[in-house]
């Protein structure tokens, strides 16, 4: 599918995919108690309206909690998407090649278990299946959707939020995906990258970058083909799209181990969840009009974009 976007700019576009959407969202939890059950703990949120909906498996960021993500994943759902978060792992995070297999795992099970996990006279649709994962988590899903792991379902399309390789060129985590070459990516689906402008400062003369320059963002939308979009939340930092106060510990921490923007994350969680929705509607349902908007005037989003880009097919 192409979009053509660079025929389609005009002054005065709008789009509402900034805001909550229209569908009543019920938030799943499902344990691993018994044989039926997934083979991790899942956050599901899920359109309680009957009809048949895109799924959106989203992979947690490092030494994070699905439930970090609540409200940017009720965002998303709230425009008609079953997001299906599973927890890879507890508080050790295990090798890069085995929580990819954990979230390929999961994969294989949406055939035969989601269904029974949804909301009465909800359905989903596996044909129209994408892939997103934060931080560590966005680097695990380019990996999935790479092949490291054998998965019985196709991926239509994916998203890097503000995905992660490692702590530098020299130290990516295993397995080593970059390649430092432009458009080495063997992904034949679109990409969309979301980055953050702060994600590779310091937050003091403590702490490393979260996501460090070489393997952040940028490199992952360098080394993506065609048709692969760029966005980057120039004034935010690597933790601003979570929930505001996540609870526990790794919640509280998660606030001081990132440089952090100075406002509000409500907004940042506005941008960031309307930009799936609007790549998603566009590559999933064939809906282009509100990724237009967003591309050809990125000032429509609540917070400052910048760069934004693209490479069409």
Known sequence: ??????????????????????????????????????????????????GTYPVL????????????????????????????????????????????????????????GLQSMLPEKVKPDLQKLALAG???????????????????????????????????KCCQTDPKILTFLPHSFNLTIPVCVIGTGLGGEQRNCITCPCAPDGVNHVEFYSESKPPCYHFVTSDYGHMDMLDDNPPGFLGVISGYTCK???????????????IFVAFLKAYLDGETADFKAIVNEPDLAPVKLDPVEFIES
């Open 1 to 50: 599918m192409k979009i053509d976007l660079k025929t389609t700019a005009s002054s005065g576009s709008s789009t509402s995919v900034f805001e909550t959407g229209s569908l009543s969202v019920s938030s799943i939890h499902v344990d691993t108690s018994n044989i039926a059950s997934p083979p991790k703990p899942l956050l599901i949120m899920s359109p309680t309206d009957e």
């Open 57 to 112: 498996l989203f992979l947690h960021g490092f030494e994070l909690r699905n439930i970090f993500y609540t409200q940017i994943l009720r965002h998303i759902s709230s425009y008609g998407f079953i997001v299906v978060a599973p927890q890879l792992y507890g508080l050790i995070p295990p090798s890069g090649i085995e929580e990819i297999r954990s979230a390929a795992a999961v994969t294989n099970w949406l055939s035969s």
């Open 134 to 168: 934060h931080s560590r988590g966005g680097k695990a899903a380019f990996a999935l959707a790479l092949g490291y792991a054998e998965t019985s379902l196709k991926f239509s399309a994916l998203v890097g939020l503000d995905p992660v390789g490692g702590k530098g």
């Open 260 to 274: 952090n923007g100075n406002g509000p994350r409500d907004p940042m969680r506005k941008c960031v969840g309307g």
